[in-house]
């Protein structure tokens, strides 16, 4: 199987966490989240989607999600950088 482009890797395990969460807003995260065309833009939606959780899920789901989105997207950054 072929590697996956940075953006897309990212992408990918970022939507499974939501889907995993059990956030009430999991769908609407998970769409945002795969509109993103840019590692950038993959953060910023990210965090953006953690001040929502924080309003509707609470601070610690939304905690987990900012800890776990940046730790996925520094390695998918670092991964594509390697390969370049």
Same mark, same amino acid.
């Given at each position: 199987m072929a590697k996956l %482009? %940075?953006?897309a890797g990212a992408k990918i395990q970022l939507v499974k966490w939501i889907n &995993? &969460?059990?956030s009430s807003e999991a769908m609407l995260c998970a769409d945002e989240l795969l509109e993103a065309r840019t590692l950038r833009?993959?953060?910023e939606r990210a965090r953006r989607i953690a001040l929502r959780m924080q309003e509707v899920d609470g601070v610690r789901m939304a905690d987990c999600f900012w800890n776990a989105a940046k730790e996925i997207l520094v390695r998918c950054r670092d991964l594509g950088a390697a390969h370049s």
């Open positions: %482009p %940075p953006v &995993s &969460s059990g833009e993959l953060a």
